[in-house]
Nanobody, 115 residues
Framework: QVQLVESGGGLVQAGGSLRVSCAAS????????IGWYRQAPGKQRERVAR???????SYADSVKGRFTISRDSAKNTVYLQMNSLKPDDTAVYYC?????????WGQGTQVTVSS
Protein backbone atom coordinates (compact mmCIF):
# COMPACT_ATOMS: atom_id res chain seq x y z
CA GLN A 1 0.00 0.00 0.00
CA VAL A 2 1.13 3.49 -0.86
CA GLN A 3 -0.41 6.66 0.48
CA LEU A 4 -0.14 9.93 -1.45
CA VAL A 5 -0.79 13.38 -0.03
CA GLU A 6 -0.75 16.44 -2.27
CA SER A 7 -0.23 20.03 -1.24
CA GLY A 8 0.51 23.39 -2.76
CA GLY A 9 -2.44 24.13 -4.98
CA GLY A 10 -4.12 27.51 -5.04
CA LEU A 11 -5.13 30.52 -7.08
CA VAL A 12 -2.69 32.26 -9.38
CA GLN A 13 -2.94 34.76 -12.21
CA ALA A 14 -2.18 33.76 -15.77
CA GLY A 15 1.54 33.83 -16.39
CA GLY A 16 2.32 33.02 -12.78
CA SER A 17 3.86 29.98 -11.15
CA LEU A 18 2.88 27.36 -8.60
CA ARG A 19 4.52 24.29 -7.20
CA VAL A 20 2.53 21.30 -6.04
CA SER A 21 3.99 18.53 -3.94
CA CYS A 22 3.15 14.88 -3.42
CA ALA A 23 4.44 13.08 -0.36
CA ALA A 24 4.43 9.30 -0.63
CA SER A 25 4.41 6.94 2.32
CA UNK A 26 3.95 3.24 2.92
CA UNK A 27 5.52 0.72 0.54
CA UNK A 28 7.52 3.33 -1.35
CA UNK A 29 10.31 0.85 -2.13
CA UNK A 30 7.96 -0.80 -4.63
CA UNK A 31 7.28 2.39 -6.58
CA UNK A 32 8.00 2.15 -10.30
CA UNK A 33 6.61 5.49 -11.38
CA ILE A 34 4.98 8.54 -9.85
CA GLY A 35 3.48 11.60 -11.41
CA TRP A 36 0.58 13.95 -11.88
CA TYR A 37 -2.77 13.85 -13.60
CA ARG A 38 -5.31 16.61 -13.78
CA GLN A 39 -9.04 16.85 -14.35
CA ALA A 40 -10.87 19.98 -15.35
CA PRO A 41 -14.67 20.31 -14.99
CA GLY A 42 -16.44 18.38 -17.72
CA LYS A 43 -13.21 16.89 -19.05
CA GLN A 44 -11.50 13.54 -18.74
CA ARG A 45 -8.59 13.08 -16.41
CA GLU A 46 -5.33 13.49 -18.31
CA ARG A 47 -1.75 12.66 -17.49
CA VAL A 48 0.42 15.73 -17.02
CA ALA A 49 3.85 14.46 -16.08
CA ARG A 50 5.54 11.34 -14.80
CA UNK A 51 8.92 10.31 -13.46
CA UNK A 52 9.94 6.69 -13.28
CA UNK A 53 12.23 4.93 -10.85
CA UNK A 54 15.17 5.49 -13.20
CA UNK A 55 14.55 9.21 -13.28
CA UNK A 56 13.15 9.39 -16.81
CA UNK A 57 10.50 12.05 -17.17
CA SER A 58 7.64 12.49 -19.59
CA TYR A 59 5.18 15.31 -20.14
CA ALA A 60 1.93 16.00 -21.88
CA ASP A 61 2.44 18.12 -24.98
CA SER A 62 0.29 20.85 -23.47
CA VAL A 63 2.72 21.44 -20.60
CA LYS A 64 6.12 20.76 -22.19
CA GLY A 65 8.49 23.62 -21.60
CA ARG A 66 6.32 25.07 -18.81
CA PHE A 67 6.06 22.31 -16.20
CA THR A 68 8.88 20.39 -14.57
CA ILE A 69 8.55 17.25 -12.48
CA SER A 70 11.24 16.41 -9.96
CA ARG A 71 11.68 14.22 -6.94
CA ASP A 72 13.44 14.19 -3.60
CA SER A 73 14.04 10.51 -2.97
CA ALA A 74 15.16 11.10 0.61
CA LYS A 75 11.80 12.70 1.38
CA ASN A 76 9.75 10.41 -0.89
CA THR A 77 8.30 13.56 -2.37
CA VAL A 78 7.60 14.53 -5.95
CA TYR A 79 7.17 18.09 -7.10
CA LEU A 80 5.50 19.66 -10.09
CA GLN A 81 6.79 23.13 -10.82
CA MET A 82 4.30 24.94 -13.03
CA ASN A 83 5.39 28.10 -14.81
CA SER A 84 3.69 30.35 -17.35
CA LEU A 85 0.35 29.10 -16.15
CA LYS A 86 -2.70 29.52 -18.36
CA PRO A 87 -6.41 29.51 -17.53
CA ASP A 88 -6.59 26.15 -19.36
CA ASP A 89 -4.35 24.70 -16.64
CA THR A 90 -7.18 25.12 -14.15
CA ALA A 91 -8.01 21.69 -12.77
CA VAL A 92 -7.79 19.39 -9.81
CA TYR A 93 -4.29 17.94 -9.84
CA TYR A 94 -3.94 14.36 -8.64
CA CYS A 95 -0.78 12.58 -7.66
CA UNK A 96 -0.60 9.09 -9.11
CA UNK A 97 1.78 6.25 -8.37
CA UNK A 98 2.37 2.76 -9.66
CA UNK A 99 3.70 0.32 -7.11
CA UNK A 100 3.71 -3.45 -7.14
CA UNK A 101 1.48 -3.41 -10.20
CA UNK A 102 -1.20 -1.33 -8.49
CA UNK A 103 -2.33 2.23 -9.11
CA UNK A 104 -2.59 4.69 -6.23
CA TRP A 105 -4.14 8.16 -6.16
CA GLY A 106 -3.97 11.14 -3.91
CA GLN A 107 -6.99 13.17 -2.91
CA GLY A 108 -6.23 15.98 -5.34
CA THR A 109 -5.37 19.64 -5.01
CA GLN A 110 -7.14 22.47 -6.81
CA VAL A 111 -5.16 24.74 -9.11
CA THR A 112 -7.02 27.75 -10.44
CA VAL A 113 -5.51 30.14 -12.96
CA SER A 114 -7.33 33.41 -13.43
CA SER A 115 -7.18 35.39 -16.66
Amino acid sequence: QVQLVESGGGLVQAGGSLRVSCAASGSTSSLTAIGWYRQAPGKQRERVARINVGGTTSYADSVKGRFTISRDSAKNTVYLQMNSLKPDDTAVYYCHAIAGGYNYWGQGTQVTVSS
